[in-house]
């Protein structure tokens, strides 16, 4: 079982940046791939970024190449989101979410999901 709690979100304007963290529970964090997804309203969660259980691989969405950046520190069982260059497009609820499966850009493919965390980014 990972119980996961973000934090760091809140309002910024566009251009700005903003630090996601999202802790989690349990020995066995490491074990587990790591993402971000994001929902904006009216719309379906979507895939950001994920990191693999070691931080040897990461994947991210077009809409934020370049912008976005996912880490993880395993010592402190802690997945972060680095958002640079916020755009309106940015704004929703950004969850965490660890994982097991090859599928790593599915929402389907996660077990354990945080509450999440709203940006709102103005322009």
């Known amino acids: 079982q990972v119980q996961l709690v973000e934090s760091g979100g809140g309002l910024v304007q566009a251009g700005g940046s903003l630090r996601l963290s999202c802790a989690a529970s349990g020995r066995t964090f490491s074990r587990y791939d790591m993402g971000w997804f994001r929902q904006a309203p009216g719309k379906e969660r979507e895939f950001v970024e994920a990191?693999?259980?070691?931080?040897?691989?990461?994947y991210y969405a077009d809409s934020v190449k370049g912008r976005f950046t996912i880490s993880r520190d395993n010592a402190k069982n802690t997945v972060y989101l680095q958002m640079n260059s916020l755009q309106s497009e940015d704004t929703g609820v950004y969850y965490c979410?660890?994982?097991?499966?090859?599928?790593?850009?599915?929402?389907?493919?996660?077990?354990?999901w945080g509450q999440g965390v709203q940006v709102t980014v103005s322009s």
């Open positions: 979410a660890a994982g097991r499966s090859a599928s790593r850009v599915r929402v389907s493919g996660y077990q354990y």
């Open positions: 990191i693999t259980w070691d931080g040897g691989r990461t």
